[in-house]
């Protein structure tokens, strides 16, 4: 048995003004653990400039990070959740939210226990 | 070329006492940071009842993270960053601070990019 699952998506071929700023970034994330039915704790977002953001909601069940290089029209983005959650639901909200062509998803098995207890 | 390594390391068999409150979590978090001489941006944690953290620092090249399960003697830890940083450093510091006898690493190169330019 397993503790969670992180999941990370790389995201290609992104509408660039997407990518740019807090704001929309912001919402992007936060509409995205409101899908998966996750329990916000904190987040934190950082402007770069002239353009891009790094930014983390801190959940209940683990987090939620993104990471955005608007010159490569590309954002890094992962979920790591101790409770199960739906991986396609959110790379198919990433191409949607993001206008991204193309997105590679990886899943990581975490934690390798005898009985899980979620905490 | 990628934009950056996102690596994770699962610490088994820790020392639970180690593992339970925020306040000697932070500090192994933030002498992580310390040690890789990445920016830190923000931070934020979370104390769960009776035992357990979960925390993070937004850096300037990306996130680190920790999660623990005390109950368990395990520990989730991850770095995202767009700068290069010394991976095997990082496990034998989540060993000593941790008491942790058994630690799991995996790298993922993110963002793969004709020609990255660190933000």
Known sequence: MHIGLHSTWDVYDCDR???SYVPYISEVLHAIVDDLGLGKVKDAFKQFEPVGVTG???LE???ISIHTWPEHGY???DVFSCKPFDVVAVENKLKQLLG???VVTRNLERGEV???ISS
Request: proline share 11%; no cysteine; aromatic share 6%.
């Open 17 to 19: 003004d997407k990518l």
């Open 56 to 58: 983390f909601i801190l």
């Open 61 to 63: 069940e683990s987090h």
């Open 75 to 77: 954002a890094a983005v």
């Open 100 to 102: 991204a062509e193309n």
């Open 114 to 116: 005898p009985n899980p």
